[in-house]
Each structure stands twice: as structure tokens, then as C-alpha cells.
């Protein structure tokens, strides 16, 4: 809080405390005045008239106190408003609207399709996301820093690219957040965290290279947020860097802000460097590599829509924009031919906090004050993935939105593509 808003604060309640003395102090004057005057008083009359002067006294001090008491009360409660108002805020937001969300229905209505879920490894990881399937073994990351092995019911911590202290989103950015991960065709695992850059590890041992750092910046920019990938047949990782100011454990003043500083980077293992490929998203997320390989699909969570990025040709597009959701992760699937997008949040008209907020920079403003006590998933009202294919136009073929009242899963970052690839 600013120095000018303390000391607006301050004068509030000085000023609120000396209307309470001033009321003890006219309270005593008053009771020592009635005892005078009713010793006097009983020379000449009778107890009753002592103790009718007596209720007087309290009535009329009791008046003379109440008003300046509720004046004082509301100067202080301004104060503070203005206080807060006035308060620096930690952005410098800008407006950006947001279509009316569609109807949930047809593809998008809500079904039970989670109740048949089977839960597996339940109690055993701390926020799993971004799943890769290896035969019998399963990969994922999780929000204690850890990539982790699980394999016949039993989970092996596989490797952690932070240090502690770990558990909690306040100390992410020292721990770390393994995110998108996929498996090379040489077996070994690479790996987003979103706080340190991208790893290639070696599933059997544990060891790990870092072939990106974040520290290192991208076209003259920061790498704040590293999120997911994919890689191109030739080896090249495809991965999205959600902000260039804001960090995951802030993730939402991504959205209170609205800049876009969202983009699609690739690695090249040959020169080991790292390219700008797409810039201007404003939370760039989920990345898959289309069918015939040659464009990019990237995810714009907070403008709910995806991407087409053409590799051959450099351009890029809106695939599918005005989602029942906010985009996460995307994935493949090779027994349908189609893709999966799992929401972080669903949309629904008149109950969508980001759609209410978009249009108002103003409030978000305000907003961003008190970030540590607000949390956008506290709108979260459904669990939810659709499943669309496109040949020329994008079509929803179905959605997995699970009634709030039954939770199958916390949140859906993405459909399982089971896919096999050669182990060391």
C-alpha cells in the first residue's frame, strides 16, 4: 500500500478513536454534572425529579455523540475506498472482448460421460499434467516439482529440475513446474517447466540436459512462462511461452492485464537455438503438430480459440475461435484421427468471470491489488474436453462437460493420445 494511502488510512482511525474519547470524556462531564446537580437538587425536591434530570443528561449526551460518531464512521470508510483506489496497481491493463459464449448445446451439453471415469494412482500425485503414455509406463508432472514414472501402481520420482522448498505456488519459481511433455523418437523424454525451460531426460537413469534455458531470451524478449511442445519429425521442438512479464505462479494477472505477449518459439536441436515463430497471444497454451506435420496447432487460453500456424509457409491463423471454454492442452488422437482440447474453465453466458471481466480494464485494475486473495478457478463449473476434427472447417464431434456436482478430475488439461515410443 502506498504512503498515501496509509496515511489516509491512519488519519481515519485517529480520527474515529478521538470521537470515542471525546464521547468517554463528555460521559463523565455529564455524570459528574447530574450528581452535582441532583445533591443540590435534593435540598429542594424529591428523588424522582433527580432521576428524571438524570435520564435527560443521557438522553441529550447520547444525541450529541451518535452523530459525530456515524460521521466519523464514513469519512474513515471513504478514506480507505479512496485509499485503495488510489493505490499503485501492479498493471496496466487494457480492454479485450470477448464473443458471447455459445449455447451449451448439442455437442457441448452437459453429460455424466466422467461418472465411468476409473481414477487411477488416486492420492498418489499433487497435480498432475501433460501425460505421456510409453508402453506400460505413464509420465506426468506434477506440482511438487517432480516428473514422474508410474508403472504398475507404483510411482518413481523421476527427476526434478528445482529445489525446495516445494508445494506450493508461492515457491514454483524455485521448484519448479514440469508442464508439456512429449517422448522423442529416441526414447528419451522432453520436458517444459515453466519456470527453468526445456530438458531432455533419460527415462532410465533420471539424468537430464537442459537444451533451453529461460534466462535466455527469445527476439529480444523475456521467457517468463514455458508451457507446452510438441516435436516435428526432424527433431525440432515446438513449445508455447504463455507471457513474457508474468511467471505461472501469477498466472492471473496474465488475464487482469490482457496484454499479449503470448508466443510460439521452436527449438533446433541442429544449431541449438531458439526462433520466434508467432507472437501477439494472449495466453499462449496447448501445442500439437497437425496430422500431415506441417502446421502447428497453439492454443490462446484466455481469448478461447486455437491457432493454425503454417511451418512451410509462416503464417498463421484462427483454426477455431469462440469456444465453449478457455483452451488448455491439445492432443492427437490416432484412433479417432481427431483432437482433443481439454478446458481449464467453461464458458457459460451470464456465469463466465473472465467474459464479465474482459471489456472492464478499469476493475481488473482494481482487481490486481488484491490478487493473492482472489483465484480464477473459483469459476471453475464443469470439467471439460471436446474432441474436433477439421478438413477445411473445424467441427466439434463431441465433449466430455461433466456436471460441477461429480469430479471425476480437478481439471481436464488434455486427452491421452496412447501412443508407443522406442525405449533405451
Not at 60 to 82: K, N, T
Amino acid at each position: 500500500m502506498s504512503s498515501l494511502c496509509l496515511l489516509v488510512l491512519h488519519w481515519g482511525i485517529n480520527h474515529i478513536w478521538s470521537i470515542v474519547k471525546k464521547r468517554k470524556l463528555r460521559k463523565t462531564m455529564a455524570t459528574r454534572d447530574v450528581r452535582q446537580r441532583s445533591f443540590h437538587k435534593s435540598l429542594k425536591t424529591d428523588e424522582n425529579k433527580s432521576s428524571e434530570v438524570e435520564e435527560e443528561q443521557k438522553s441529550s449526551s447520547s444525541q450529541r455523540w451518535a452523530g459525530p460518531f456515524f460521521i466519523a464512521l464514513a469519512v474513515s470508510i471513504v478514506a480507505m475506498v479512496v485509499g485503495f483506489i488510489i493505490m499503485p496497481s501492479p498493471i496496466d491493463p487494457v480492454e479485450f472482448v470477448l464473443p458471447e459464449p455459445p449455447n451449451l448445446t448439442g455437442p457441448f451439453e452437459p453429460n455424466d460421460i466422467l461418472k465411468h471415469a476409473e481414477r487411477i494412482y488416486a492420492g498418489k500425485l499433487n497435480g498432475p499434467e501433460s501425460i505421456v503414455v510409453d508402453g506400460d509406463h505413464i509420465y506426468v508432472g506434477t506440482a511438487d516439482g517432480w516428473v514422474n514414472d508410474l508403472h504398475k501402481g507404483d510411482v518413481r520420482k523421476l527427476v526434478r529440475f528445482g529445489k525446495e522448498p516445494c508445494g506450493g505456488f508461492e515457491n514454483e519459481n524455485t521448484c519448479g513446474r514440469p508442464l508439456g511433455m512429449r517422448m522423442d523418437k529416441n526414447g528419451f523424454l522432453i520436458v517444459a517447466d515453466a519456470y527453468y525451460g526445456l530438458f531432455q531426460v533419460n527415462v532410465a537413469t533420471g539424468d537430464y540436459v537442459q537444451l533451453f534455458s529461460s534466462a535466455t531470451p527469445v527476439n529480444g524478449k523475456q521467457v517468463k512462462f514455458v508451457n507446452d511442445l510438441d516435436i516435428g519429425p526432424d527433431g525440432k521442438i515446438y513449445f508455447s511461452h504463455s507471457n513474457s512479464k508474468w511467471q505461472r505462479n501469477q498466472f492471473p494477472m496474465i488475464f487482469l492485464e490482457g496484454r499479449s505477449s503470448g508466443r510460439l518459439l521452436v527449438y533446433d536441436p541442429q544449431s541449438e537455438a531458439v526462433s520466434e515463430l508467432m507472437d501477439g497471444l494472449l495466453f499462449a497454451n496447448g501445442v500439437q503438430l497437425t496430422k500431415d506435420k506441417n502446421s502447428v496447432l497453439v492454443s490462446d487460453t484466455f481469448k478461447s480459440r486455437v491457432w493454425k500456424y503454417d511451418i512451410k509457409t509462416g503464417k498463421a491463423s484462427i483454426l477455431v475461435d469462440n469456444l465453449p471454454g478457455f483452451p488448455d492442452n491439445i492432443r492427437y488422437s490416432k484412433s479417432t484421427g481427431t483432437y482433443w482440447i481439454g478446458f481449464a474453465l467453461v464458458r457459460e453466458k451470464g456465469a463466465s468471470l473472465i467474459d464479465a471481466l474482459a471489456p472492464r480494464p478499469w476493475l481488473r485494475k482494481q482487481l490486481a491489488k488484491v490478487e493473492k486473495e482472489i483465484s480464477l478457478h473459483h469459476s471453475l463449473n464443469f470439467d471439460t474436453s471436446i474432441d474436433f476434427s477439421f478438413d477445411g472447417v473445424p467441427t466439434i464431434i463431441n465433449s466430455v462437460l461433466s456436471s460441477f456436482n461429480f469430479k471425476a478430475l480437478a481439471a481436464i488439461h488434455e486427452e491421452i493420445a496412447f501412443t508407443h515410443s522406442p525405449r533405451d
